[in-house]
């Protein structure tokens, strides 16, 4: 543990992203501190530029500018993480049951994935969100449902390795039950695979789900990134920081993110030094 | 030039290590020469460094850590590892070329056979290009390669191991190099097929009159073909001379130790307790057959009969060895017999249980009557475990208390000559030949009536191979053990076995007491498998 | 093509059926999952539809019959392309798509050229330099487009080079009321795609760039890269000879994989710009609330990636003598 952390530790632009990272964290948290009320509300008037005294401005409403991205920040955090874990989870367990029991399972899950890779994932997740009106909840299922097959294709390519390895047939060969095989001898060792994967598919979720609130699939009730950039389009022109401070705020996260997952990759697969 | 002239002069050659490396240099101070037309043998056992030797000679460093930082490689007067680049370029693969041990790899997967032979022609002699592909064909003929036209257009995965490496030797002499470096060219071969590739190296050699510098850690393969050895150790240089010198007469303890622990093709003289003994386990129709290909929409399925028939017994106490060479299904029948793959059909009689027919359930219980060894000691520990846990794991799933079995485990880890204080170490802080014996430990943990061993030693040292196989053999005889024994290797087999079953293509064509297998042999594979041993007879002395 | 070829394109369709008719009996899952009646939501918009229209449909489609009855209908009509019919644009859906299907294959196309080919020139360029300035500028800009959400690229990019400089038209293909012909036509679609196409390529720019650099890097460390040095190649031949078709390998193995993803990131660049096709008639569709018509489109996609998966696996089996048509 402390070997891995020393590795991760070496790793600059990953120590950057988590710290980027946790800023993102707090500020989510604090949001109703920090700007309490609501973000939908009007509070000036409208395409007030930034440092004007609200710190990025006012959009085509009226409404403040920073109180918006702050509270999107907690939007985003939460339907990424949520969306993520239940993908992981399903993923993982229908990708690790294929993977070591083969045979009919497996040859199911293969077919189900492959038609999942030949749905375009993005429109996918528009027509369920349509089919289903934009809520939280309806957003979540979205996400989770086109980001299962990656995670359980993953799974399923690492258990199947490891149901061949010698270590595994050995325990086999000892009268242990498929239950103790999995959870004591495989998971650990796949374990690293399915973090790291978990990680940046939660920076895909952010992703996704911006893209979706852009295009007006976002939960009315909910302050979304995605939703100010949509919503402030018709202004690009003159008020340009209405869209501009939003996608900051999305890319900033996002990199910070996939920094942490590249750090985590790097520090739990330690190769040999490059030549 | 005359015969005994020097063509490659290495002087007190020092390659550093990088500083995160176990030792600080690979090679050290080490001085050798290579004569004009003959064979030196650089043996030595893994870490020896005589891999890089070889590749320092051509500037093959594996990455920019490894450098020689002292010494010359003198090369028809000239010191290679300060020559130019474009010089060195030059020289590879014209005048002194290299053969590798792994042909599939070494081989770009994407070009034709003929496309990458070809090509050493237009690196260096660009103008020899319209009869180049002329060229090709009549090396692929020289090394004996059937249909050499086919070769040409095939790609490295279309043919055969032993063709691969014909075609690599082809690669190699397309520009009648003076010095043909072959870094253990065999060692990834069949018994059979390296056979035959030693002795068309000897072929080329003489006919040519090349100097070769033959890099192996197989004693067998030294005194079938080397006229003078070199003996490493560490980096170092320990021992060099004539064949004759260095076989009969080391002088140094390294060298003796080296050649004691090459197991004997002689057999061992029988046990006779075992006679008598009641049957342990009993195999008889084994079949196992592999399909793969597509079946839908008129795809080819590719068929492979890996075990037809298989049937054998082993009384208690004795140790049956299945040898055989790849794809002889030695592994699957291994597998079959301890149920981790399941036989299309078989008896498997253990004691008087039908262990083949148990259902799922019983079977697990059953289990820990037939425990196996692995081959591959990285592979076979978890390495998320400590070797304690490993080794008490398995009573415990079947109901030991775990301070029992605790105890029992640092017993066996005494037992199998380790340290009681490794229970608490992690299976990456060990080496191979340890890991092995905590194999071991682990499979004796259960008090087995049958200890399958699959190829345990085969990925080992030979010294290393002659400890693990001595711990082996004074287990059995402690514990009274019942062991089925797999191996590629005719030498370990006689070592160890009391009977032998040989194993070809599926079948089992040749089955008895190892000490009258050894002796007259009746099947042709059997005899062929015996001629190809390297080493069997010595390289006569040249006149 | 060959006759092997042929066979195997027609085995890889044949194949894909089943996955096709499980789009279909997804879309049918979903008319009934929309709200409202399953007759309103095949009519298109809600509303806009005449009695009669409804009357029809709903005799059309056996709205009154079972479940099983009604799947069998939906799936005779979507396979023989009949999707319905948009009021809002007076034509039948297929004709719809069909009008639009031009545009975004142009997008897709040229984004594929350039992420691909941009991708594999700089992740070589990369590997080749590793861990000097030429690769570490290559990877920070990798990480950053990887980080730009696609929508937003485009609507900066439009405030930069439409809004500020000028450079390059804010929206839509073409000057329509230019009535333009020949090349100027052919130079005035080009102008007004190179917005849109910079702004889809930069994601997967980055994707196919840095894959490259790890799979060059892989491949240098491969034993036959040995044995080409030790033939006396020098390390540029090793590169061009040698590495470069199999490092090429994955990334066109992952582009294959990705044509999905690019559809969908059309819709978003589409509707940024206004450009005419499917992307933005589904966005079209989202606004209009008609459900029908973006399952058509939903489905008219599928159809789109299966057929380019089956182009790109030939491409690589061209490219990869160990891969047999089979």
């Known amino acids: 543990m402390r070997e891995f952390a020393r590795r991760f530790a070496r790793n600059r632009p990953a120590l950057a992203g988590l710290a980027i990272l946790l800023a993102v964290i707090a500020i989510a948290l604090l949001a109703p501190l920090l700007y309490p009320g609501s973000p939908f509300a009007l509070v000036a008037r409208p395409f007030q530029p930034p440092f004007e005294g609200y710190l990025f401005g006012t959009d085509q409403l009226g409404r403040d500018l920073t109180a918006e991205v702050v509270h999107g920040a907690r939007t985003s955090l939460a339907i990424g993480l949520l969306a993520t874990a239940i993908a992981v989870l399903v993923g993982a367990t229908m990708g690790g049951l294929a993977g070591y029991y083969g045979g009919r399972i497996d040859a199911l899950l293969m077919r189900f994935t492959e038609m999942f890779q030949t749905i375009p994932f993005f429109l996918f997740a528009i027509v369920l969100v349509t089919v289903l009106t934009p809520t939280i909840g309806s957003v979540i299922l979205a996400i989770s449902v086109v980001s299962w097959p990656p995670m359980a294709r993953l799974v399923r390519g690492e258990f199947l390795a490891m149901r061949g390895r010698e270590f595994v047939l050995a325990c086999v060969s000892m009268g242990m039950s498929d239950a103790r095989i999995i959870l004591r001898h495989i998971l650990p060792n796949a374990l690293s695979s399915i973090i790291v994967t978990g990680s940046l598919m939660v920076a895909t979720a952010i992703l996704i789900e911006s893209g979706l609130s852009f295009l007006g699939l976002s939960d009315p009730n909910t302050m979304s990134w995605g939703y100010v950039i949509g919503e402030g389009r018709t202004a690009l022109r003159s008020a340009w920081w209405v869209c501009t401070v939003p996608g900051i705020a999305i890319l900033v996260t996002v990199m910070a993110i996939n920094l942490v997952g590249e750090g985590l990759n790097d520090a739990l697969n330690p190769r040999l030094r490059s030549a | ?543 | 093509m060959s006759a092997k070829g042929l066979r195997y394109v027609v085995r890889r369709l044949a194949l894909a059926v089943p996955t096709i008719l499980t789009i279909v009996v997804l879309n049918f899952a979903l008319v009934h999952l929309a709200p409202g009646d399953a007759a309103d939501v095949l009519a298109g918009e809600a509303g806009s539809a005449t009695p009669e229209y409804m009357a029809q449909l709903r005799q059309k489609f056996g709205l009154d019959q079972p479940l099983h009855v009604q799947l069998a209908v939906y799936l005779e009509r979507v396979l023989a392309f009949d999707l319905g019919y948009s009021f809002r644009h007076s034509m039948s859906v297929s004709a719809l798509i069909a009008t639009r299907l031009g545009p975004t294959l142009l997008l897709m196309l040229t984004v594929l050229l350039l992420s691909v080919g941009l991708g594999v020139l700089l992740g070589a360029i990369a590997a080749r330099n590793l861990n000097r300035w030429r690769d570490n500028v290559i990877s920070v800009l990798a990480v950053l487009a990887y980080a730009t959400p696609v929508f937003w690229a485009g609507l900066m990019l439009i405030v930069v080079f439409s809004v500020k400089l000028g450079w390059f038209p804010v929206s839509g293909m073409e000057e329509v009321a230019a009535f333009k012909e020949g090349w100027p036509r052919v130079a005035d679609i080009a102008r007004h795609l190179v917005l849109p196409a910079i702004t889809l390529t930069l994601f997967y720019l980055a994707l196919y760039a840095r894959l490259m650099r790890a799979s060059v890097l892989d491949q240098f460390a491969m034993d036959y890269v040995i044995t080409a040095r030790a033939k006396g190649l020098t390390e540029r031949q090793i590169a061009r000879r040698h590495v470069l078709r199999n490092a090429v390998l994955p990334v066109l193995t992952m582009a294959g994989v990705q044509v999905g993803a690019l559809l969908g990131g059309s819709v978003v660049v589409e509707t940024v710009f206004a450009w005419p096709g499917l992307g933005f008639l589904a966005y079209e569709s989202l606004f209009a609330r008609d459900i029908n018509l973006l399952l058509g489109i939903f489905f008219i996609s599928g159809c789109l990636v299966v057929a380019v998966n089956v182009a790109v696996d030939l491409l690589y089996s061209l490219l990869d003598p160990r891969i047999e048509l089979r």
């Open chain 2, 1 to 543: 030039m005359s015969e005994s002239d020097t063509v490659l002069a290495i002087e007190s050659l020092t390659v550093d290590l990088p500083s995160w490396a176990d030792r600080p240099h690979a090679v050290e101070d080490l001085t050798l020469d290579l004569r004009h037309n003959e064979i030196l043998c650089v043996v030595g056992e893994s870490g020896s460094g005589k891999s890089l030797m070889a590749r320092a000679i051509l500037g093959l460093f594996p990455s920019r850590h490894v450098r020689p930082s002292a010494g010359r490689i003198l090369y028809r007067g000239e010191d290679l590892l300060a020559a130019a680049p474009e010089h060195l370029r030059a020289v590879r693969g014209s005048r002194i070329a290299m053969i590798f041990q792994e042909p599939m790899t070494a081989l770009n997967p994407v070009l034709t056979l003929g496309r990458q032979i070809e090509e050493a022609i237009e690196v260096h002699q660009p103008s020899l290009r319209g009869a180049a592909r002329r060229r090709v064909l009549e090396m692929l003929s020289a090394v004996h390669l059937p249909e050499p036209e086919r070769i040409y257009g095939a790609y490295p995965h279309q043919i055969s191991g032993g063709q691969r490496q014909r075609a690599m030797i082809a690669m190699a002499l397309t520009l009648e190099p003076d010095v043909l470096i072959a870094d253990e060219p065999t060692t990834a071969l069949d018994v059979t097929t390296q056979a035959q590739i030693l002795a068309l190296i000897r072929e080329i050699q003489a006919t040519r009159r090349m100097a070769v510098l033959f890099i192996t850690h197989d004693f067998g393969v030294v005194a079938e073909i080397a006229d003078r050895i070199a003996v490493m150790q560490q980096g170092r240089l320990v021992e060099h001379g004539s064949a004759a010198e260095v076989l009969d007469a080391p002088r140094e303890p390294y060298t003796r130790s080296l050649l004691a622990a090459v197991p004997s093709i002689v057999p061992a003289p029988p046990r006779a307790a075992i006679v008598q003994a009641p049957v342990a386990m009993r195999v008889s129709g084994l079949e196992k057959t592999y399909r793969s290909g597509g079946v839908f929409l008129g795809g080819s399925a590719r068929v492979v009969h890996a075990a037809k028939g298989v049937a054998f017994e082993i009384r208690r106490g004795e140790t049956l060895g299945i040898v055989g060479e790849s794809g002889s299904g030695k592994s699957t029948v291994a597998r079959c017999v301890a149920r981790l793959v399941e036989p299309d059909a078989a008896e498997i009689r253990v004691g008087d249980t039908d262990f083949g027919r148990l259902s799922r359930r019983t079977l697990r219980e059953a289990r820990r009557r037939v425990q196996m060894v692995f081959q591959d000691p990285y592979g076979s520990l978890d390495p998320r475990h400590t070797v304690g846990n490993l080794i008490a794991e398995g009573p415990i799933v079947h109901g030991t208390a775990p301070s029992v079995a605790w105890e029992r485990a640092l017993e066996l880890l005494e037992l199998v000559g380790l340290d009681r204080r490794s229970a608490a170490r992690y299976p990456h802080e060990f080496s191979g030949g340890q890991r092995q014996r905590i194999g071991l430990a682990r499979a004796l943990a259960l008090d087995p009536e049958v200890l399958i061993a699959d190829e345990p030693v085969s990925a080992l040292d030979v010294s290393v191979q002659a400890q693990v196989l001595r711990l082996l053999a004074d287990v059995r005889e402690r514990l009274a053990l019942t062991v089925l024994f797999i191996t590629h290797d005719l030498r370990v087999a006689a070592q160890v076995c009391d009977s032998i079953a040989v194993m070809r293509r599926g079948e089992i064509v040749e089955y008895g007491l190892t000490q009258e297998v050894f002796a007259a042999p009746r099947h042709a594979y059997t005899r062929e498998l015996f001629a190809a041993v390297p080493g069997r007879e010595r390289r006569r002395a040249r006149t």
